[in-house]
């Protein structure tokens, strides 16, 4: 694995990482989809689906009370420490600006390792809310992992839900317009462990090559063997836990006076 180049943040204004599957592989929570799933793909859709919440949510909640017991038995690994370390080094030097990492996991691995900039665009399977959209109670850390029925609503009885972006639902509003934000100024966009592939992510490289970013891959996999458009500037392939402190372990986190 030669050939990496060495990145300090410090020559970037506004950097961008989007993490996948691939940065929790090594905390050893699998990736959906391959050989070595978690569930086959039939499964997946069919519990991340809203309409399966709609019509079998005690069925729903069983799936995702597994999936929160594995997230909260798993431990961040090197490359949620990468991150972590990389914002953080920033906001010493800078306050905090110009560092946005969007994630696509909910398995709330980033969040536990430090990462405070950070955009949960699926959601978090650690955290639960009201499913009916009227009744305002605030999402909240949830560490249940096992019931007899489908919890119910403190406040208005209707179902409770795990906090997470079902397929069928639009991403949050607010998590959209956080990554269209750093998108909107970005001179450095990486993508992690991630294929790429699934819109609304798959738009993120090409709304910063347009922006005139660096862009950069770093998957076990090549996109082509994904699917992916292979519309990257760079491919780096390995893991995510090795190639994220290689790549980015020297950066100071300030922006330079040469940019
Ligand atoms: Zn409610």
New binding site residues.
Partial sequence: MGGLPRIDLAAYGQVLFLTGAGVSVASGIRPYRGPDGLWNDEELVRYAHIETFRSDPLGVWRHWWKMRELALAARPNPAHEELARLEAARREAGGGAGFALVTQNVDGLHARAGSRELVEYHGSALRTR?S?PS?G?PAYEDGSCAGEEVPA?P??G?PLRPDIVFFGEPIPEGARRAAEAALGSCELFVAVGTSATVYPAAGFVEAARRRGARTIYLNLQPIEALGGSGSFGEAYLGRAEELLPRIFGGSRGERSGRA
């Fill in positions: 009201c009916n009744c109670l609503c406040r208005c209707a």
